[in-house]
């Protein structure tokens, strides 16, 4: 079983910057594409961003193109997020995700969370 735990997150003044990191055990994440999710309150959660297994490729949401970056180390099994220029509307509980496929359908696990607060 993989087991995911957030970190990082906390409270930020607008425009201010935070690192989130995503710690897997339990298995190795070399053959897991790995994403962050968002839920605000009353919002339904969304993809921010995923990187895939061999950190070739990423993608991003409109919403945080340029100002986040996602990144994963294998060797330490982490992910991470760094988000720059964080805007009150950044405010969310963030997940990491991971998934692979097999041949009874794609597998993946999520962390429990870390919340993040954009406000002055």
């Known amino acids: 079983q993989l087991q995911l735990v957030e970190s990082g997150g906390g409270l930020v003044q607008p425009g201010g910057s935070l690192r989130l990191s995503c710690a897997a055990s339990?298995?190795?994440?070399?053959?897991?594409?790995m994403g962050w999710f968002r839920q605000a309150p009353g919002k339904e959660r969304e993809a921010v961003s995923c990187i895939s297994n061999s950190a070739g490729d990423t993608l991003y949401a409109d919403s945080v193109k340029g100002r986040f970056t996602i990144s994963r180390d294998n060797a330490k099994n982490t992910v991470y997020l760094q988000m720059n220029s964080l805007k009150p509307e950044d405010t969310a509980v963030y997940y990491c995700?991971?998934?692979?496929?097999?041949?009874?359908?794609?597998?993946?696990?999520w962390g429990q969370g870390t919340q993040v607060t954009v406000s002055s």
């Open positions: 995700n991971a998934v692979r496929s097999s041949w009874s359908g794609p597998i993946d696990y």
């Open positions: 339990g298995k190795t994440l070399d053959y897991y594409t």
